[in-house]
């Protein structure tokens, strides 16, 4: 990691943080107007932070359900420019949402401390990558890839199911060389799941508590939220935010939303309902 790049905020703070999501995807930043895309994702970002995220997750591969492969090059064409210019101009901690072990080394040179991966550090070298990158990691559970997920969705016990596999990573990466207390994990909402197993997930996310290491969630306008509120994606920051509340109740660390006022507010209401009355 470089010497430059704001550190991650504390994973083990005593309130859920706020990862703010920035797609550094073509069709997200650039409408051929007077700002180029970089400008743009990083007044995104200025403004999550203005709206109270802790740290920012750049990512330039969609996962969404049925999303194309994009090549490691487009990826970092993508991606470095806007993590170069937030760690340049914001200072403050970037995460970046890669499986691909060349993006992991690169954004983690430049600053980023966080690298998330869908994929849980499957690919060839991504584990290697990571563990000399000196940045936190979160593992995620999915099944297949995006393209073809949704078709994997047979679980003896999706909870369970999950569990397993994360343990096994979390061992794998402790073995790699990734000590425990850099390493998130994440269940994998809208990954190789029904809508009623999502919601399973959320129901009983306390059962996570026994990986012993913080988890973190992203549920933020997904198709579960749009299949309980009946909204389409762009009206989903309510549904949004009360799914956030709920993981934050059943002791999920780390939120990782689009809405970040939205799920700061929510959390504010929540935090003034515990023992301390101390507001977030
Ligand atoms: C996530 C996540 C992610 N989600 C982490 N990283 C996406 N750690 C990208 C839908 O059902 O949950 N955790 N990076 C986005 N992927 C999806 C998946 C978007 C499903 C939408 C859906 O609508």
Not at 59 to 85: F, K, N, Q, W, Y
Not at 121 to 129: F, N
Not at 230 to 237: D, I, K, M, N, T
Not at 262 to 273: E, F, G, I, K, M
Request: proline residues 5%; contains cysteine; charged residues 25%.
């Amino acid at each position: 990691m470089s010497s430059t790049g704001a550190p991650c905020p504390d994973w083990r703070a005593d309130r859920p943080l706020i990862m703010g999501i920035l797609n550094a995807t073509p069709d997200s930043f650039s409408d051929g107007g007077r700002w180029n895309s970089v400008d743009k994702a990083l007044a995104a970002a200025e403004a999550m932070l203005e709206s109270g995220a802790d740290l920012i997750d750049v990512g330039g591969e969609s996962t969404r359900p049925g999303a194309e492969h994009v090549s490691v090059d487009e990826e970092l064409g993508r991606v470095m420019p806007v993590i170069e210019a937030i760690e340049r101009d914001l200072h403050c901690p970037v995460s970046i949402d890669t499986s691909s072990p060349v993006v992991m080394s690169r954004a983690t040179d430049v600053g980023a401390c966080l690298i998330n991966d869908v994929r849980a550090l499957s690919r060839p070298g991504a584990l290697e990558a990571a563990a000399a990158s000196g940045a936190s990691v979160c593992v995620m559970h999915m099944r297949g890839e995006p393209g073809t997920m949704a078709s994997r969705t047979d679980y003896d016990d999706v909870v369970r199911d999950v569990i397993d596999f994360l343990a096994d990573r979390i061992d794998r990466l402790q073995s790699g060389g990734v000590p425990l207390d850099r390493v998130l994990v994440d269940p994998g909402f809208g990954f190789a799941k029904t809508t009623e197993q999502n919601f399973t997930m959320l129901r009983r996310l306390e059962e996570f508590e026994c990986l012993g290491v913080p988890l973190l969630v992203g549920m933020s306008r997904k198709r579960m939220i749009g299949d309980a509120t009946g909204e389409p994606v762009e009206r989903r920051a309510t549904g949004s935010a009360a799914a956030a509340l709920l993981a934050a109740e059943r002791g999920a660390r780390v939120l990782r939303v689009h809405d970040v006022e939205a799920t700061r507010d929510a959390l504010a209401v929540w935090a003034a309902t515990r023992d301390s009355g101390r507001v977030v």
